[in-house]
């Protein structure tokens, strides 16, 4: 029969008793709570790597715009912009000037299309000389995403029915 030892050298290894030493329980815990480690770390870097890529997948990448437009109070100066997504859902998106002087998040709802848009779009109210931001299409999505309006906009919308006008819609359509 073996002889198990369960005395430690000055060192706190286990004593070595015909070649092999006897498992140390604490030693089997260290190496399954590593392995357990090396699992989750795995778990999280393959998810953090899917989640990262919807973020910031371009639902627009170039839109040049020929006017100043309004996007919740913030106005914007005419220019080329793209829009991003900032969650996989694309409740928040990202408007931004290519230049990168100008950019906004945008809190959105659904919107379905009748049909297919064969190309991304940004959709447009106009009062009068004044624009905003209304919708945003990707090309070959039957559900856009359509911005809520905001106190300027509904105070402009006012004014314009008062005199009995109403918006105008207006496309811009992306480059590829």
Known sequence: M???????NNSG???????HRQADQKEVILKM???KAFVLLSLLVTLSAIYGHAQGQTLIRKVKIPFDFSVGDKTFPAGVYSVTRVNAEKIMLRLSSEDGGESINIM????????????????FRRYGETYFLSQIWESDEIQGRQLLKSRTERS???DLAERGGRP???DIVSTP
């Open 168 to 170: 105008a819609i207006v």
């Open 156 to 158: 402009v919308e006012r």
């Open 33 to 35: 709570q590593a392995v």
């Open 13 to 19: 290894w286990p004593v070595i008793y015909g070649g």
């Open 108 to 123: 959105t709802n659904p919107v379905q299309a009748k049909e297919y848009p064969k190309t991304g779009k940004l959709i």
């Open 2 to 8: 073996r002889e198990v030892n369960n005395s430690f």
